[in-house]
């Protein structure tokens, strides 16, 4: 145990962040690197995204309503597979393990009851062995242990990078579910907000996978729903979601959002055309943001006092999405994470290279204005 734990703090610290989404597109892995102590002084040295496989990442979805024997499997197989990718990712930029302190591995999200239980699946004993690299994992249990929501966690990377910008900041996550951090200039961390809104870009992959018979997972920069007319009724019902109006704190994924929501929700049946995907997928993704609007405006501020939209995720790459927020948020600066040297699509994976050093220096990470916590706690597990 010494010897790792002389691995942990050795200089200068370097960590690969993990992050595999509830989007299932595949693993990111970020190579963070500090110059101090301090949790802001880093630097992201490299990012790689893994695509997985449609195979695999059928498998993934598969294991949302697996048995226990199909979960054991799954967690073992997801271990094996990022361990893979980790000595992938080393050894093409010529990163010796030795020089890696641990590894940040939020793990794949396999259900999640906001408050009451998580799941998040890629064994890090797997990870640990197969890599020779310490890895801290499970950070959402411990903000549960203590009453709260156990997501989202990135408020408090937010907090870190923007607390101190000018006016009032939005900080807008478009992963497969969406989710928001609300700043001001000089915020202290009690008094951060921040929560799901409700789904990012899941229900119109489901959408188009449903629509397209499986043959694709996603509308690519938000091609097909521009071509399309938003359902005023349809979107109007969408509107009505339970989870969409109830106050924060609270944090959902896929367990809510899933293919029967879908069918449902958008009465798709069997013989539903494909000639209907531009207008479903148009009202999909106005319902997405129309979603974080109507979040804002309930439970923070009018959208109008808003100064700017900082925006990160897979989904700043539609244009659908993009362009709503503009509508929505019409006198706020809506701007990329890379903006301020944070590359969009990476954000989460260094989020989770970030907890990881926290829970080295022993700082509690969670954000109990966020997930309603009843108090702060250091976030991980240790596996080595």
């Known amino acids: 145990m010494k010897s790792s734990q002389r691995r942990l703090e050795q200089k200068p610290p370097r960590i690969l962040g993990l992050m595999s989404g509830t989007s299932l597109d595949g693993l990111d892995i970020a190579l963070v690197k500090w110059n101090s102590d301090d949790l802001n002084d880093f630097k992201l040295e490299k990012f790689e995204t893994y695509h997985y496989s449609n195979e695999f990442r059928n498998r993934i979805m598969e294991g949302t309503r697996g048995a226990a024997r199909d979960l054991s499997d799954l967690n073992f197989q997801l271990g094996y597979q990022w361990a893979e990718l980790v000595n992938r990712f080393l050894e093409e930029n010529g990163i010796a393990a030795e020089l890696i302190n641990c590894l940040g591995s939020h793990g794949q999200t396999l259900w999640h009851d906001s408050g009451r239980s998580t799941l998040q699946l890629g064994e890090s004993a797997v990870l640990a062995k197969q890599t020779g690299i310490p890895v801290v994992s499970n950070f959402r249990e411990h ?47 009690e008094d951060v907000r921040g929560w799901d809104t409700g789904p990012g870009n899941m229900v119109i992959d489901t959408l188009m996978e449903i629509l397209s018979n499986g043959s694709t997972h996603y509308d690519d920069a938000g091609t097909l729903a521009l071509q399309g007319q938003v359902d005023a009724e349809l979107l109007s019902h969408l509107m009505e979601d339970d989870f969409i109006q109830a106050e924060p704190p609270k944090s959902t994924g896929r367990e809510r959002y899933s293919d029967k929501y879908v069918r449902e929700h958008f009465s798709l049946t069997r013989t539903t055309s494909s000639r209907e995907q531009p207008r479903l997928l148009a009202t999909g993704s106005e319902w997405t943001i129309a979603a974080v609007a109507s979040n804002v405006q309930q439970y923070w501020e009018n959208p109008e006092e808003v100064d700017r939209i900082i925006v990160s995720g897979g989904g700043i790459k539609n244009q659908f999405f993009m362009q709503s927020l503009a509508s929505h948020f019409s006198n706020a600066n809506i701007v990329s994470t890379k903006n301020f040297g944070v590359p969009a699509e990476a954000k989460e994976a260094i989020g989770f290279a970030v907890f990881a050093k926290a829970f080295i220096r022993e700082i509690p990470a969670n954000m109990p204005g966020v997930t309603g916590a009843n108090r702060s706690v250091i976030m991980g597990k240790l596996t080595v």
């Open 143 to 189: 903000d549960i242990a203590v009453g709260g929501t156990g997501a989202p966690l990135i408020p408090f990377l937010d907090w870190l990078l923007y607390r101190n910008l000018p006016g009032k900041s939005l900080v807008l996550n478009l992963g497969g579910i969406a989710n928001i951090t609300c700043l001001w200039q000089g915020i202290e961390q």
